[in-house]
């Protein structure tokens, strides 16, 4: 059986958010991929903490985005056997999370936030079985009106803003046999679907989309063929999307779930595989031609990457690391130097895991996911820090 269950644990955390179960900032400099190397990440270039009362029995948090001069975080609540859609983020009285009311009513959960560069957001998830999109108005959410193309069980992943006036959401349709890709676009008044390729007659599903302008839009996901998942990346050229040849890396399963546009020749994307069924990260780099593997830092080990934003000088990207078989939240950055740690600061937990990333108008970074506490109670996971990084 060797090391086979690590990789069902990870899977297992993600059905819980609602990811694997699918299946049966402002423009920043460019930087470079950096060259094949195996060495270690440098000494620790910054620190990300807990802010006060961010940690919330039975809050699962999925995604976080900037949002004017502060962040917001999208997940679920989860109470006995119904799940809701949540929000949560800072205010007057501190951090606050709660459910959102315009889906309390069904079971929902929500997976993805996007600023919209205004002050405004959009939010994306399932609601009674349907596609959840919901709009930030600066003031109070309310639902926005989305495709439902499938039959049952579609739902969105994944969202960014361009503006106010254009966004695409990504995520999987029922076709009645299997799960196809879901991408749609806002156009300022209406969500529309947009038509996908898929490979095979298999399920293809989209889990994050990256925008570097407006004709030039990157969605990543996986595909399953056979008894495997594969690594899935599709592109939008301004008139049609198109499925974008990924690394080979070799048998077992590969999953990329977070991408992020620094330029039109500096995208990345991230995510893991089984080798040998112990997970390995996958980081993935397009430099305006061709998607080519970048050896992560050898000191990382076995660990699965779940997201990966833009930074000023470079990307930032988190996930876990298993150490003694057991997972832990994991932070790293990337620039021009290579990569360097991030020293994660948080009160004690058997278990614990980022799922979300992002920068916030001071340049602080942002990470969102979750953790069991010593009382064996799911709770949501906050860090903050590295400023300037």
């Not at 299946?23 to 991929?33: E, F, G, P």
């Not at 330029?263 to 089984?274: A, L």
């Not at 020293?343 to 990470?367: C, H, M, R, Y």
């Amino acid at each position: 059986m060797g090391k086979r269950w690590i990789f069902a644990v990870i899977l297992v955390v993600l059905v819980a958010g609602g990811i694997a179960g699918w299946i049966r900032a402002d423009s920043a400099r460019s930087v470079k991929a950096p060259p094949p190397a195996t060495s270690g990440a440098n000494a620790a270039a910054c620190v990300l903490s807990e802010p006060p009362d961010t940690s919330i029995d039975r809050d699962n948090l999925e995604g976080v985005a900037a949002v004017g001069d502060s962040v917001v975080g999208a997940g679920t609540r989860f109470l006995g056997s119904n799940a809701i859609g949540l929000t949560a983020g800072e205010s007057s009285r501190g951090w606050k999370a709660e459910p959102v009311e315009m889906f309390q009513h069904l079971r929902s959960s929500l997976y993805d936030v996007s600023g919209d560069r205004a002050g405004g957001a959009w939010v994306v998830g399932i609601a009674g079985g349907k596609p959840a999109v919901g709009r930030w108005n600066g003031h109070s959410w309310a639902e926005s009106p989305s495709p439902d193309p499938g039959p049952s069980l579609d739902l969105l992943s994944g969202v960014v803003a361009e503006s106010p006036r254009l966004a695409w959401a990504v995520g999987r349709l029922n076709d009645g046999v299997a799960y196809r890709t879901l991408i749609e676009r806002w156009d300022g008044t209406t969500w529309h679907v947009v038509t996908t390729p898929d490979v095979g007659t298999e399920p293809n599903i989209l889990k994050d989309v990256a925008v570097a302008g407006p004709d030039d839009v990157w969605a990543v996901g996986w595909r399953l063929a056979g008894r495997h998942y594969l690594a899935l990346a599709e592109h939008w050229d301004g008139s049609r999307w198109s499925i974008v040849p990924t690394p080979d890396m070799g048998p077992g399963d590969t999953i990329l779930t977070g991408v992020a546009a620094l330029s039109s020749e500096d995208v990345w994307s991230v995510g893991w595989r089984s080798d040998g069924d112990v997970p390995r990260p996958v980081i993935e780099h397009w430099d305006g031609s061709r998607w080519a593997s970048v050896p992560p830092p050898s000191d990382v080990g076995s660990a699965a990457f779940s997201a990966v934003t833009p930074m000023s000088h470079g990307v930032a990207i988190v996930g876990r690391q298993f150490v003694d078989q057991r997972p832990k939240a994991l932070a790293l950055l990337h620039d021009s130097a290579g990569w360097h740690a991030v020293k994660i600061e948080v009160a004690p937990s058997p278990q614990a895991w980022l799922n979300g990333v992002a920068v916030d108008a001071s340049g602080t970074l942002w990470a969102v996911g979750s953790r069991f506490t010593s009382e064996g109670l799911f709770a949501s996971l906050v860090v903050s820090g590295c400023a300037g990084s």
